[in-house]
């Protein structure tokens, strides 16, 4: 566990933050591709890079970078929670692409995540995933707006609606079984295997 962590620090935090380091090796035929290039080096890497260790630098003298790392990995965890399940329960939308279409992809295809109002300040909106599918360039600021003005419509009323215990079952549903036409766990999919 504590050696899949460090590999997991050591890819998203030091390797990705040099990630445009490889732009520079490409072959460039336009001088302005490789002014951007060297822009985004000089921008990306040292000024992000710089800035981020001066913080997590005051952070340790402060004394908090612990606890900072702690509610990071609890917001994360959250965001991980809530964006499976947006997509991943049960009755699950599962089609052909000769039957798919946009509109059923967004309402049936989506869930609406029932988080209690003292959360939602944290959750940036994300709960109305249906709203966002239906349309894009809603703001998430504006999602619940958007939700109860269409919510009396009848096209509305089919919304998978998950409670947050729900959402912690759903966890456990990884795989997409083809023959029962459900999502499954992976101690199902091991039966099967053995």
Known sequence: MIKKSIITIYIFI?????SVLKLLFRKTRLIEEAVYHI?????DQLVHNVAFGIFLYYLHQSGILFPWFFSLWIASTIGVILFHNQHTYEPSYVVSPSEWNVNDSGIKGSSFIQVPAIFKYFTGGIEYHHIH??????????????????QSNPLFQ???RLSLYQCFRNLWLVLYDDEKKCYVGLDKVQDKVL
Do not use: C, D, T
């Open 133 to 150: 599918h239906m349309n894009s360039k809603i703001p998430g600021y504006h999602l619940e707006m958007y939700h109860n003005e269409v």
């Open 14 to 18: 030091i390797l990705e933050r040099f």
């Open 158 to 160: 089919s919304i998978v």
């Open 39 to 43: 822009q985004a080096l000089v921008l």
